[in-house]
């Protein structure tokens, strides 16, 4: 299982950017999907997650209202468009999966997630 994530970079804070993971090696409307961050000297934390189907998400208390998780089957990939950016979201961005046969629920936990994308690094700074 290979996930690869991109679409970071630097951004003036009350803008946007879309993060996309792009993934191979599974089946992957399997799996759930999360997307963690993490900034300098702090621990990772879930921002967002969507359940295998995409009906349900979830959103850190932080980030509600302003990202959006999603995902096409079709195409392995899921995305994080994130707006209104503010300082406090510089972080580097983890898509994980992990996989979910039956039933159709999200997870919160880092624990939870057996795969891990790379990383790409988000800069929300003037």
């Known amino acids: 299982v290979q996930l690869q994530a991109s679409g970071g970079g630097l951004v003036q804070p009350g803008g946007s950017l879309t993060l996309s993971c792009a993934a191979s090696g599974l089946t992957f409307n399997r799996y759930v999907m999360g997307w963690f961050r993490q900034a300098p000297g702090k621990e990772r934390e879930l921002a967002a997650a969507?359940?295998?189907?995409?009906?349900?998400?979830y959103y850190a208390d932080s980030v509600k209202a302003r990202f959006t998780i999603s995902r096409d089957n079709a195409k392995n990939a899921v995305y994080l468009q994130m707006n209104s950016l503010k300082p406090e979201d510089t972080a580097i961005y983890y898509c994980a999966a992990r996989e979910l046969l039956g039933a159709t629920v999200y997870f919160v936990r880092e624990s939870d997630y057996d795969y891990w994308g790379q990383g790409t690094q988000v800069t929300v700074s003037s």
């Open positions: 969507i359940t295998k189907t995409g009906e349900t998400t």
